[in-house]
């Protein structure tokens, strides 16, 4: 009977604890006032849309020298991100530090490459269309087919929900050829019709090593990448960029970040901020004189200028922020569960907590509680009491309501 | 001395701050039949809910076979069966589903004692007890209990909702079962008439107390109502074992448990001046107004 | 005893639970005749493509059904039993007041877990004769909280039926509110994958909040 009550009461504190702090979240959040952050290939500086509290509108300024540009010089300075529009205007300058600047330089070399937490830790169903990458077509054509990756690879047609057994031996016998080891960790590709051309998937096999899987002519192609031996992929992200100089960004284990390039698979190293795949959004913005590579994490935004041709670095920032996460009452809400996150599409629960101070609060309402079951001339009960002075506002309000 | 099936010790209840009684204390020995008498509100419900074990008194405790009754073991609830307000079963079911559901429940189930009372329904026996009548259901509920044939009988209000001809007929069915199988039986009502030819012993409530815990037939012989013509009637409230006196134009009307000379004798020793005194023997219903008054 | 217990509850249920089931495959029927549908108009190809790359739930108007079903259950049992007070009846049976309380929900989870069941069973018997295992793994991953929601609506449904005052019934409705939101937090196709044995956890939490509020009915706590 006592037990069935504290279960009650132990429930009813939990979800105060979630909806409490969510609630506080609805009511208190503001936007983060840094919008937008490029570098400037004319200042040779970071320059910024920033929301200004005291005009009470967007400005846009260099962060460096704090100057402040009208929208019109703005895309000046910012050339290369408002290439479409200088080249309407006829603004663009033919060269900018001795590099031609043409609209077919700068869209082949422009691309935008985002990954959030989120796109890594999702449910993913593990199956994967690889398409003819030599077709002659001008448009990528759906295969008829998708494969799976286990302790082997296997076709399946969806029209008949049935293996294609002969195509399947074919592909699975050149994966054991290349010395291949099922299973699979992760497939990374792009498996849409909305592009120029295919790469088809960069596979981490069961050993770290990493394998290009193409369909060429209908026949399999895969080749093993090169990996120095330090280097453990953990996460692999294909692009198929207009230039055609690079495969795939690979994260590895040291948390770097690393280019497979065309040029037989050599890896680049990408200088980048802090950054962990599993908590920081990363977005690089290429253009053909530098990369901007942003990461947000807990400690703001940092922002990198990397020289497009040899990723040194040109210049790095950092803009202090809202942190990402814990941001809750600290004194009052002693801890907060969470089910949902930025970070993951996966529901689990999260807890974050607060202050120790809210131990202070804590040992009050314990101490309110005791009275108040004084005053209901209720008897003492010791397991309420020490729940309150764990569980603070929560285990209170539902001890109230749910011990009488 | 019979052994008491039913003993009722100290009971105290309060509904918030307001008293329904203090110290309650009453016994039922075997095969007896007590009416529990009082007007609305002085807790004959309450009663009976504690007797059930669907209320915890504020203190004291209730016996029912010598157990608990706030937790009776399985055995004790077959010994015991239970009408409660209103007649309600379940509904449900027809005639035949409900005999069946609870013929799992008791060993000694007598079915016939059941259809015997059915049959003088004329009741198909696929009908839902929700389409019945007050008065039919009340035979099933009834019939329900006969069948279970429990040592004690708890009727809460059994005549509520019943025309005459139906109360009539639980109220014969019921006493003739109940002193033909020596059964016990604790019964309330509000409609006194009917108690009369049922009970055998009556505990008269009245806010917050007991008034009167007697076997019928010792309170209709010692309990009357005394007429006559008084011209100091003020007098008559300092005697204490005078019941509701009431006054109208010189005529006076008392209730008392004292004879007829014992009452004189009080009357010339508190100087009340009282002459052409008519002695009257009470029925049941007049017996419990004058003990609680017609407010 | 326990079989006329359980006839008992049958007795108030059995429409309830055969429209529940006649309901549940029409759902099923609507479902089906919509994708197959769809299989004629854009193909399987296409579909398989947007259920793995582009995280579409096709099965989506099934999320209410458990939800619904367990709220009306408890519903159909347990409100014959408040009316009137009839559960001093039931409580009055010759069985200890544990066993009959939990016959009587366990009833019900029986009746649930049956319709719950075979309505699966037809989804995944289908869904297995047009998608791979990848794809029916998926979508077990993301229907059971789902039919999970339907059980704790149940259970707690029953428990705010059984308790005896209308002050603490409307907290019990705010508890069941909260705790069953748990079970739709998101639409995203196989979110509980790594929670999913907890999640089947929380109706056998619930369960025995049933028999506290009997246990205040009986020792009359009431308005």
Known sequence: MKNIKYLIIILGSLLLAWLLPKSYHLVTDIASPNIFTYYSSIDKAFCAIEFDEKEGHLIRKNIKTNRVYSELEFDSILPMFYSTQLFADGRMPKSIDGIDINPRIVNSKKFFFRVKPADKNKPHIPLYTLFESMSGRVRIEMPGDVFRLRDKIEFINPETNEINTEKSEK?????????????????????????????????????????????????????????????????????????????????????????????????????????????????????????????????????????????????????????????????????????????????????????????????????????????????????????????????????????? | MQQAIVECKNLTHYYGKRCIYENLNFEIPQGRILGLLGKNGTGKTTTINILNGYLKPRSGECLMFGESSANLSPETKRKVGLLIEGHVQYSFMNISEIEKFYSAFYPNWRKEAYYELMKLLKIDPKQKISRMSCGQRSQVALGLILAQDPELLILDDFSMGLDPGYRMLFVDYLSEYAKAENKTVFVTSHIIQDMERLIDDCLIMDYGRIVMQKPVNELLESFKRYKFTCSNPGYIDEISDIYNPVTIKGNTEVYSLLGKTELQNLFAKYNVSASEILEENLSLEEAFIGLTGKY | MTNALLFKEWKKTKWFAIGAFAVGLALLAYIFLKLGRSFRLVGLEHLWDVIVNRDQFLFRDLKYFPLATGFCLALAQFVPEMIQKRIKLSLHLPLPNKKIVFSMLGFGLLALTIIFVLHVAIVLAFAGIYFPKEIISSIIYTILPWYVAGITAYTFMSWICLEPTWKRRIFNALIMFGTLQLCFLTDFPGAYGLIILAVLLIPFYVLPFGYFSVQRLKVGIQD
């Open chain 1, 171 to 404: 592909f699975n016998h050149h994966f054991v050829k290349r010395g291949f080891q099922f299973p699979a960790k992760m497939a990374a590709g792009n498996p849409s019709t909305r592009k120029a051309y295919d790469e088809g998937y960069f596979i981490i096999d069961n050993m770290n090593q990493i394998f290009h899987l193409k369909m060429v002519n209908s026949m399999p192609f895969l080749k093993k990448v090169p990996l120095p031996s330090e280097i453990v992929p953990e996460y692999i992200l294909t692009m198929e960029p207009d230039d055609r100089s690079f495969y795939a960004f690979v994260f590895d284990a040291n948390k770097k970040l690393h280019l497979i390039t065309t040029d037989s698979y050599k890896l680049q190293e990408i200088p980048t901020p802090n950054y962990d795949v599993d908590r920081d959004q990363m977005m690089i913005m290429a253009n053909p004189l530098y990369w901007n590579v942003n990461v947000v994490s807990s400690r703001g935004k940092e922002v990198m200028a990397l020289h497009a041709d040899t990723k040194e670095i040109a210049d790095r920032t950092l803009i202090e922020g809202q942190a990402v996460g814990t941001n809750y009452s600290k004194y009052f809400l002693p801890f907060a569960v969470g089910f949902t996150s930025g970070n993951t599409k996966y529901i689990k629960p999260i807890i974050h907590f607060g202050s120790y101070l809210v131990l202070v609060t804590n040992f009050l309402l314990a101490l309110i509680f005791v009275f108040i079951i004084r005053y209901r001339k209720q008897e003492f009960q010791f397991i309420p009491v020490v729940w309150i002075a764990c569980t603070g506002i929560y285990g209170f309000i539902t001890s109230l309501i749910f011990n009488r």
